[in-house]
Every structure is written in C-alpha cells, then in structure tokens.
C-alpha cells in the first residue's frame, strides 16, 4: 500500500558544519534570509513568505525527483541553521549547480567553502556523475572567490533569469572535464 | 556518515481512482491543470510550463516537510495523471485544508468528489485531525457544491496570504465516518 519515494538528503559532516535534509523547522530562517532584499541583491531581490514556501517545499522534493539536491546547512556546535549548499537542478537548467549561500549573521568564516565543498565531494564521489557547475552574478566577488577557492574553473560568461552570470566549471580529481 | 531514508507516501484507493505518490511524469498533466485559464483562475494562475515541474517537487517537499500533502490522482482504468487532492497546509494557512483540483477533461464524471472524499478520510482516520476545512474561490461555484455534497458548510470569507477564500467547514470526524 505504499510507494517507496527515493532519496531525501543523506546527512554529512565537516569540521564546523552539519549538512542534512531540509525540515520544517528551517522554514522560518530560510523565509528570513530571503526577505532580505541586500542578501539577496545577487540572486534577484528579497521574496515574499508565500513564495519562500513554495521554493522551500520545492528544495525539500527535489531530491525525490532527481536524487539530489541541497542541504540544509548548520553550525554543529550551536545547531543554528547558517544557510544551505548542494546541488540545484530546477527542470530549466540542463544541469545541477553546485549552489551555496550563508546568511548574513555567518559570513566571513568559510563556512561556504566548506558546505560547498562537502556538497561537491559528495556529489563527485558518486560515479561517473559530470562535474556540476556554478554560477555567479558578475559582482558577487564573495561567491567567485569561492568557486576559485574550490578549484573551479572560469568559462563563458551567461545570462540567467535575466542577470548576467560568471559561468564555473568545476574540477574532479583524477577526470578530465572541459570547461564550456 | 550518510544517512538514506525513502520518504513513503501512501497511497489510497477508491473505486475509480489511485491517490498516490508522485512521479516525474505527473508534471505533464499538471501542466494542463494549471495551463488551463479557467482552471487556474481558482488557484492561484496560470503557470509557466517549467513551473509544472516545480508543483510536482514542491508537493513532494510538502510531504517530506509536513508529513503529508496533496496526492496526484490516477485514474484506474487509464492510468492516467487527473489531478491531485489531499490535505495541504503552506505557512501562511490559517490551518490545514482538503484540496482537490482535477485536469478539465476528466470534469463532470464525480472524480473530484471521490477523490476529496477519499482525502478527508485520511485526514481524519489516518492523519489523526479533529477537524477540517476547504478554501474555496468565492466565484468557484463546482467546488462550493462539491464541499456542500461533502456535507461541508460555508463558514466564513477570509484572506489568506494574497487571496481571498471562502472557508468550508467539513463535518466532524464522528458525523462523516459514521
């Protein structure tokens, strides 16, 4: 009588760092961050709670539907939600982004980096999957810096949503990927 | 360190029709309930149709949010995607509803009613609630009589978050399953 749904989020550690599925709990932090209109001056601007729902349910399924997606990202040691990391994949994009983003109160500490880079070592560690991409807005130097702090590779500059953005390749050891 | 646990969605039978899970695939029908304008006009818009895809993960997230959602129906006898019903509760409700939409094509055959029927029986035997409402557009005259036929009564018009609702008030757990 049931049917057996795949994956949700398996849960990953780092040195400061939890990364773990998505839960209800979160909501409210998530919603916060993104009403923040500077916060959020790279990825388009502040958004209202209803939509914050909608995109927030949307992050928690997309790991039934594709097998992966984003973590929800916390401070081990105060199991404060600090913001997310993973693998984005919206039916539009023909490919997942390595995607990261630290509310305000945590940044300037790493904390990207090493959600990112837990996401991307994860994601890597599966077989033969390709190596994701990234991208930034032209003046979110904070995110480039850790793109190229992850290895990743400049490729040709794209639009997305309508914004200019830096296109990353990421680098898997070991593979050989080109950058396009 | 990874953890993997299946998020497990009932499924519920009725005589004509599956409530179930959701696959990848629903996206398609529910590109076309959501594409219709009259249809759409009651819930919320017409949707670009990426966004179907984005409905089917945000129904998916719900259920590993909240621990329940809206199903997609199936139709026994074609197997085909016609809609979806269930409980469904955003942040900004002001408390769990019984929701149903179906694909225009499949109107007027009672499957709406089956399926809500269905859903507000899990709602009480499975899901354990004391009680029960539905939102309804003020201009949704086939879903006003559905939520009356339900034994629903009108209770009040409110605003939720952008849009305005009557609410129906659907009878106790111990008047409907009786």
Redesign the interface.
């Known amino acids: 009588?049931?049917?057996?749904?795949?994956?949700?989020a398996?849960?990953?550690?780092t040195e400061r760092l939890i990364l773990r599925?998505?839960?209800?709990e979160d909501?409210d932090a998530y919603?916060a961050f993104v009403a923040n209109d500077e916060a959020n001056r790279f990825r388009g601007g502040a958004v209202d709670?209803?939509t914050a729902?909608?995109d927030?349910?949307?992050?928690?399924?997309?790991?039934?539907?594709r097998g992966y997606g984003t973590f929800a990202v916390e401070d081990k040691e105060t199991g404060e939600l600090v913001g997310w990391a993973g693998l984005w994949h919206?039916?539009?994009l023909d490919e997942p982004e390595l995607c990261w983003s630290v509310f305000p109160a945590f940044t300037g500490q790493g904390y990207a980096h090493e959600a990112a880079g837990a996401a991307l070592v994860w994601w890597t560690q599966i077989e033969d999957n390709p190596a994701p991409f990234s991208m930034t807005h032209p003046d979110n130097i904070a995110s480039q810096r850790v793109a190229e702090k992850l290895g990743a590779l400049r490729g040709e500059d794209f639009e997305f949503d309508g914004r200019p953005s830096f296109f990353f390749r990421h680098q898997i050891a070991g593979r050989e990927e080109m950058v396009h | 360190?990874?953890?993997?646990?299946?998020?497990?969605?009932?499924?519920l039978e009725t005589e004509r029709l599956l409530l179930?899970?959701?696959k990848?695939s629903d996206?398609e029908g529910y590109g076309e309930l959501y594409g219709d304008e009259d249809n759409a006009k009651f819930i919320g818009g017409v949707m670009a149709p990426?966004d179907a895809?984005?409905m089917?993960?945000?129904?998916?997230?719900?259920?590993?949010?909240?621990g329940f959602a809206m199903f997609a129906i199936e139709e026994k006898a074609s197997g085909q995607f016609i809609g979806h019903a269930g409980p469904n509760f955003?942040?900004?409700w002001p408390e769990p509803e019984i929701g149903w939409g179906l694909v225009k094509r499949f109107h007027g055959k009672g499957y709406a009613f089956e399926a809500a029927r269905a859903s507000l029986r899990f709602a009480y035997e499975v899901l354990g609630w004391d009680t029960a409402m539905s939102l309804v557009d003020p201009d949704n005259t086939p879903s006003a009589k559905l939520a009356t036929r339900l034994g629903a009564t009108y209770e009040s018009t409110q605003t939720v978050?952008?849009f305005t609702a009557d609410v129906y008030r659907h009878l106790s757990p111990k008047e409907f399953l009786k």
Do not use: C, N
């Open positions: 009588m049931t049917d057996d749904l795949p994956l949700v398996p849960t990953l550690e599925g998505w839960e209800l909501f919603a709670r209803i729902w909608k927030f349910e949307g992050l928690a399924g997309q790991w039934a539907l919206p039916v539009r | 360190m990874t953890t993997d646990y299946a998020l497990t969605i009932p499924t179930r899970g959701w990848e996206a990426w895809w984005r089917v993960a945000q129904r998916i997230g719900q259920w590993h949010l909240r955003p942040k900004g978050t952008s």
